[in-house]
């Protein structure tokens, strides 16, 4: 935990490295990068090297990804509207205003940023945001909604940037997808890492508890049955084991996808009911927990 991990990493299938001065969507490359042809509009995503340091043997992608998880590469033209637009943007406004009301502007790192809808709104906010995601076919969206912010192509499990980079590192459902309990803590530990001390780690992800998930995920493009639901105590080891204490654990929204939009104001209070009441709260979608970085290296 007190390296410095640099690089990383390719695409998931992980089969295409070749050398290579300039990424190929014209962007100087670090290194290595993988000649993956990249969508007509091309964007500007950040390769970085998988040389590592000594002290920091870089994995190469095959050793991180599960075969059997989603290829967001395939789905990421149809992400963006695989719920409807005002579900979305409530959740959007929600975790918004959850990072507003605990994080002050600063260096935030969004960690599976996916399309980048959230990374849009913290930067249009004064945050200073990175994306990161191991897909590029997400990336692709990111840089196409805010080109002014950097796209790092990387996994969640090996970031590339050094100790006590960010103000906040944050994760919104991307914990089920990295699934396998080591990946979940190694992620959660890099997070940690490469969050400053006095720093905030954000996990925000699906509640197990909730009984709604398994009917949702069996229906939409992104969720092949690779995923798993994580109780709140793998994270909360793991940032205890990175140095970080939580500060805010707790179950967060309600308001499924059938939703209709004329009925959203009554689904908004209904929420709000519902994570106030000690118990029924248990069954909220999400679990959020807020971590600030205890330790001085
Ligand atoms: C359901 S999407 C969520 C995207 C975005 N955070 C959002 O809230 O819309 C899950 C994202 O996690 C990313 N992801 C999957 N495995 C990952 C890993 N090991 N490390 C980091 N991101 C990962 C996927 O590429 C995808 O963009």
Same mark, same amino acid.
């Given at each position: 935990m007190s390296n410095q991990k640099q690089g990383v990493i390719g695409h998931p299938n992980g089969t295409r490295e070749t050398q290579g001065s300039e990424a190929p969507d014209g962007l100087p490359a670090a290194g290595a990068v993988e000649q993956q042809p990249l969508p007509a509009a091309s964007v500007a995503v950040q390769e970085v090297s998988p040389s590592g340091t000594a002290d920091a043997p870089v994995k190469a992608a095959n050793d991180v990804f599960d075969p059997s998880q989603t290829d967001f590469d395939t789905v990421a033209d149809a992400y963006d509207d695989s719920l409807p637009?005002?579900?979305?943007?409530?959740?959007?406004?929600?975790?918004?205003?959850f990072i507003r009301r605990h994080v002050a502007p600063g260096r935030v790192v969004d960690v599976g940023c996916g399309t980048g809808v959230l990374a849009a709104r913290l930067s249009?906010?004064?945050?200073?945001?990175?994306?990161?995601?191991?897909?590029?076919?997400?990336?692709?969206?990111?840089?196409k909604r805010r080109p002014g912010i950097d796209?790092?192509?990387?996994?969640?499990?090996?970031? %590339?940037?050094?100790?006590d980079t960010f103000d906040l590192a944050y994760c919104v459902a991307v914990m089920h997808h990295v699934a396998d309990p080591a990946a979940v803590r190694e992620t959660v530990l890099e997070m940690t890492r490469v969050t400053k001390p006095g720093g905030h780690i954000l996990i925000w992800d699906h509640n197990p508890r909730n009984p709604y998930?398994?009917?949702?995920?069996?229906?939409? %493009?992104?969720?092949?049955?690779?995923?798993?639901?994580?109780?709140?105590?793998e994270f909360l080891e793991a940032l205890h084991a990175g140095g970080a204490r939580p500060i805010v654990v707790q179950p967060h929204s309600l308001i499924p996808d059938f939703a209709p939009r004329r009925l959203m104001p009554l689904a908004i209070t209904t929420e709000s009911i519902v994570e106030r009441v000690p118990l029924l709260n248990r069954l909220c979608a999400h679990?959020?927990?807020?971590?600030?970085?205890?330790?001085q290296r």
């Open positions: 637009h005002h579900v979305m943007d409530h959740y959007l406004d929600k975790r918004a205003e249009d906010e004064g945050y200073d945001v990175t994306g990161v995601d191991p897909f590029r076919g997400m990336l692709k969206y990111l840089k796209a790092v192509h990387a996994f969640g499990q090996n970031l %590339p940037f050094a100790d998930w398994p009917i949702l995920m069996k229906r939409v %493009p992104q969720d092949t049955g690779a995923e798993r639901l994580i109780p709140e105590k679990n959020v927990i807020l971590a600030v970085k205890t330790i």
